[in-house]
């Protein structure tokens, strides 16, 4: 019979970081979705494709983690570290993503 782990904080790290690493790739689409949107006269995925084939995509995703700054700061000040870890750890994914394509 497994017992459940009734700590408070012990086991919420890994969902709060999951939570915080989903928010930041949301912001990041979010961010990049409105700057396709509102700067370009194209929709959203010719808009990404365009990018791409200028050699602009890391641009892109630059100015769509703009967002993740802003939530960031909100996380932190409302004392949530770990998921604003996870939009940290989302940026780097992003990153590295975008480095390979």
Same mark, same amino acid.
């Given at each position: ?41 194209? !929709? ?34 409302? !004392? ?22």
């Amino acid at each position: 019979m497994q017992h459940k782990n009734l700590t408070p904080g012990i086991g919420m790290n890994k969902t709060d970081l999951f939570i915080g690493f989903l928010l930041g790739l949301l912001a990041s689409f979010l961010g990049c979705y409105l700057f396709i949107v509102s700067a370009t006269q194209y !929709n959203f995925i010719s808009g990404v494709q365009i990018m791409k084939s200028q050699g602009s995509l890391g641009k892109l995703v630059t100015l769509g983690s703009i967002l993740d700054l802003i939530l960031f700061a909100i996380l932190l000040k409302s !004392n949530k570290e770990v998921m604003a870890r996870g939009v940290v750890l989302s940026v780097i994914i992003l990153t590295i993503i975008t480095v390979f394509l």
